[in-house]
């Protein structure tokens, strides 16, 4: 099992790798990248990351391993376009500052969910359902546009998430059982990164110094 989760945190850092070294790359081409993401386009991209995300969850029982990569591989790259964004608009030092804080609080958060021995299945649940509430809350908000509010919706996301490393760590074994160690370290990690990738947003969105224009 420790050979599962090593090929699981592996696949996690090839996928955090692609997203920021892409993200970072793109941010030194601000006009092109303004194009790639202006309009409704941005929002085509996120309907895609969505669209793989159902897609990888629904047919990971029949996927092949090469499937399970170009989901896994195609999502992180999505995902790297979008975060050049991050990069334009936040200094370099604060990023790697919420990264650094983002990466010790995951290792935390992973370690307890290894060990922990009590069944976290009826955790997922209420996870999912807090994560709807959360989103429908920071819709109406949009109307709103109260700050509070923003901050408060923020800081419940990061406490869902760090419950979904702990729940997605508990159930990285009986998956890799199930569909087999190599795509269930894939997937493994596809849950994991989305986990990471809404911390580190979350963290940055409350803590992070943007640039001065």
């Not at 945190?9 to 993401?37: D, M, N, Q, R």
């Not at 009590?118 to 359902?129: A, E, H, N, P, V």
């Not at 979904?164 to 009986?174: G, L, P, T, V, W």
Request: hydrophobic share 60%; with cysteine.
């Amino acid at each position: 099992m420790k050979k599962g989760y090593s090929k699981m945190f592996l696949w996690l850092f090839i996928g955090l790798l692609i997203t920021f070294c892409l993200g970072f790359g793109l941010s030194f081409y601000e006009k092109a990248l303004v194009k790639v993401l202006g309009g409704y386009k941005f929002l085509i991209i996120v309907l895609i990351e969505v669209g793989i995300a159902i897609f990888f969850a629904a047919r990971l029982q029949k996927m092949s391993k090469a499937t399970a990569i170009v989901c896994y591989t195609l999502y992180s790259i999505l995902t790297g376009i979008t975060f050049g964004v991050i990069f334009v608009i936040y200094k370099l030092s604060s990023i790697l500052s919420v990264f650094l804080a983002t990466s010790i609080v995951f290792l935390i958060f992973a370690i307890i969910g290894a060990k922990v021995k009590k069944d976290m299945s009826k955790l997922g649940m209420w996870l999912m359902m807090a994560l709807i509430g959360t989103i429908v809350v920071s819709i109406i908000n949009i109307f709103i546009g109260s700050s509070v509010l923003y901050t408060v919706i923020s800081i419940i996301a990061i406490l869902i998430f760090l419950g979904y490393i702990i729940y997605d760590m508990q159930k990285a074994e009986a998956l890799m059982e199930e569909v087999g160690e190599e795509k269930g370290a894939i997937f493994g990690a596809f849950q994991l990164y989305l986990d990471f990738i809404n911390i580190f947003i979350r963290l940055l969105e409350l803590f992070g110094d943007l640039k001065d224009n």
